[in-house]
């Protein structure tokens, strides 16, 4: 059982706020840094927001930083983004990633990681 699953994801209203969480299993995770990211309908899949495998390091997208917060708690596997002041322009299906190999002060997507999840929808609207 190696794999990541979110959770979190739903409709919510322009300016409210969301919780997702990823979360691990089978594998050593405080090892792993994890990165989130989004593809909305007719965009690239993009980075939202990386950590290391400590939690001491993070990055965030020039579109989300001050919003939105990563954070880990390696005693749980789990790994959370915290989403405020959410916008139509967050809509998209989110997804975590995890490869001890991924850089976080780069923080893009790339199919190598050595795992996915399966994506939780994330929809802003009035």
């Known amino acids: 059982q190696l794999q990541l699953v979110e959770s979190g994801g739903g409709l919510v209203e322009p300016g409210g706020s969301l919780r997702l969480s990823c979360a691990a299993s089978g594998f050593t995770f405080d090892s792993y840094a994890v990165g989130w990211f989004r593809q909305a309908p007719g965009k690239e899949r993009e980075g939202v927001s990386c950590i290391n495998g400590s939690g001491g390091v993070t990055n965030y997208a020039d579109t989300v930083k001050g919003r939105f917060t990563i954070s880990r708690d390696n005693a749980k596997d789990t790994v959370y983004l915290q989403m405020n002041s959410l916008k139509p322009e967050d809509t998209a299906v989110y997804y975590c990633?995890?490869?001890?190999?991924?850089?976080?002060?780069?923080?893009?997507?790339?199919?190598?990681?050595?795992?996915w999840g399966q994506g939780t929808q994330v929809t802003v609207s009035s």
């Open positions: 990633a995890a490869d001890p190999w991924l850089a976080v002060s780069i923080c893009e997507p790339d199919p190598r990681f050595e795992f």
